[in-house]
């Protein structure tokens, strides 16, 4: 159970691609790097190249296997002690990519009642159709939405050498989507905190 009186908010910052030559790290160090500035938050980078989970799920209702719980085990203490969410992710055929949603699909109380921040990345519609996607689904699993996200619409004009956007209005997109899911995350892990969440 989070401490209530301590205001930095465990923000686990999750990749959700794992394609070879993919822009997703270049992103998620960015957004990282504005979580690492503030005082009342904290990032942990979940990159699934690095951690992935497995694919083969169990039969409904069964257990998983102990190889698939050791995969799990680099994830889901890290998905459960986290307060908050920022789920960074490209568009792949107008949706989030698979490995993405499996990952979703392997954990359930672990989303329960906490705040979920996008940030996406593609072409022309800036990965906005996989974020209302992504709404969709962990809406089911009992998490909450930030209204404001961060998107970049041909990413690859918008980024400079440093990693960084040449365009300062990116920043501004950035904080207030941070205010928000702040707002939200402190919100609810007092709730859950008074009253332990019910599904």
């Not at 568009?91 to 698979?98: C, K, L, R, V």
């Amino acid at each position: 159970m989070a401490d209530v009186t301590d205001d930095t908010l465990r923000t686990a910052v999750i990749i959700g691609s794992t394609r070879d030559g993919r822009f997703g790290p270049v992103v998620a160090d960015w957004i990282a790097g504005h979580i690492a500035q503030r005082e009342d938050m904290e990032a942990d980078l979940i990159d699934l190249v690095e951690t992935p989970v497995p694919t083969v799920f169990p039969a409904f209702g069964q257990a998983p296997s102990d190889e698939a719980v050791a995969q799990l085990g680099a994830v889901t203490p890290r998905l459960a002690r986290a307060d908050a969410f920022v789920i960074v992710t490209p568009e792949y055929n107008h949706s989030f990519p698979a490995p993405l949603k499996n990952a979703v699909d392997w954990h359930n109380e672990q989303w329960h009642a906490k705040p979920v921040g996008f940030v996406s990345y593609g072409g022309l519609s800036g990965g906005l159709r996989a974020v209302e996607q992504l709404r969709v689904v962990l809406a089911e699993l009992h998490a909450v939405t930030i209204r404001n996200t961060v998107s970049f619409h041909n990413y690859a004009e918008v980024f400079g050498s440093d990693g960084r956007p040449t365009d300062p209005g990116c920043d501004v997109a950035a904080k207030a989507m941070l205010d928000q899911l702040t707002w939200w995350g402190q919100s609810l892990r007092a709730a859950r905190h008074v009253r332990p969440y019910a599904v």
